[in-house]
Structures are given as C-alpha cells and as structure tokens.
C-alpha cells in the first residue's frame, strides 16, 4: 500500500514539475502568427497582451488598361517595425520582383513599372523584423491591341514613287502620357476612325477617306504639327 502511495506522489510531483517547466522554460511561440484571412491581407498576431491586425493594402481594384506603364499605391498598418517591403508581377512570361517604393508613415506607392501582355498578378509584400508577413493582389490585363486588316480594295500603286500603299490609312504615333481623349480629339480632327492600335508603341491605325499618296503625306505632315504626335506617317507595302 505505502508503495503505491509513494508511486502516486511521485507522478504527481512530475506533474507539477513538468507545468512549471512549461511555464516558465518552455520556449513561447505566442508571437507566431495565430490567425489570417484568405486573402493574406490581414494578420492577427498575439503580442503577449493582446492581438494586433497588420494589413497592407492595394488601392486600384482589378482593372484592365491599354497602357504599359503603370504604378499602384497603397497602405500599411504595422504596429512592429518593418524591415522590407517589396512587390511582384506574374504573367504566363513568368514573376518580376520589385523593391522600388517609395514608403512615407503608412502609405505606399510603386515607381512606374512594365506591364506583360495579357493578365498580370501585382502582389505586394511587407516583412517585419519578427518575420510578420502580409500581402495583397490585385489582377491586371494589359491589351497590347490589334492592328488593322488590310482590305484589298484599297491598295493604290504610286508610279512617280513607283510603290504601293493602302490609301485610306494612316498611322499615328502619340507621345507617351497623352490621355485617350486628347488621342480621339486628333483622330476626330481629320474625321478618322480608330481601326487598330498597337499600345506598347501608342500606335493608332486610323482610317479615312481615300486619296492619293502626296495628299495622305500633306495630311500626316499636319498631323506631325500637333505636339502630341510624334510621328504619322502613310501605310507603304513593300
């Protein structure tokens, strides 16, 4: 009987000594992360006290665009201190990283970056020194366009040049940044219509009335006055 009550108290003293093992000894994992949404846009951390939300966030929501060159902003809320932040553009071309932004208090913004082709992941990322992570995606195509098709009828031979051109198109090169409006503004202006653009060049493809090769040649040297345009020039077919 004394045995077995010798072998009780000693299990309950392992007992006892094991909690204030775990107490006092053990190594805390209650910094690690405990909880995050689906998204992996907020992060609930237990700090020993309490939780704490960090979050970083995309302004622009999903969009579509014509123009390659964009930047995105942002906001982070981070109650430890952050020791990187970073941003990534996936496309079937595969992942770019970017560490250019530009952080002042709780607000973020990309320098201008390249868009690829197609659909593009944009992913922004923050760290902090206790290896906190948050990130935020947004998805973003990019339509390079499509030029024109050529209809037949419309090829007109030059004997004085002694070459062929499609005489009812001519092509517009805009200066980077001028807005779509101010584009159809031009393109309006010689009564044209827009029928193909190639976006990575700012390329219009614009179609008119026919004509004759030296009055398509007046009409893009006009075209060339507007400081928008930087180059139009008549559809040859070598």
Known sequence: MKKIIIVVLIGI???????????????????????????????AVW???RYIEDYITIDQNNFETTEVLQAITGEILFEETIERIWYTVESE???????????DERIWETKVFQLRP????ITAFAKTKNNVYCSNSINVYYDTGEGYEIDEAHISYDKNEDTYYINNIVIIDFETGVTEARRNEIVKSINGEVVGR????DEFHVKISP???????????????????????????D
């Open 198 to 201: 190639i976006n990575v060049y």
């Open 211 to 237: 004509r004759s090769l030296s009055k398509l040649e007046k009409l893009c040297d006009t075209l060339e006055k507007y400081d928008e345009v930087s180059m139009a020039y008549v559809d040859y077919l």
């Open 47 to 49: 700090n020993g006290e």
């Open 93 to 103: 071309y595969g992942i770019d990283e970017y560490e250019n932004i530009s952080f």
């Open 13 to 43: 003293l392992l007992v006892s000594l094991l909690g204030i093992y775990l107490i006092f000894f053990a190594e805390d994992e209650s910094d690690n992360i405990v909880a995050e949404d689906e998204s992996n846009n907020i992060v």
């Open 118 to 121: 197609g659909e593009n992941k």
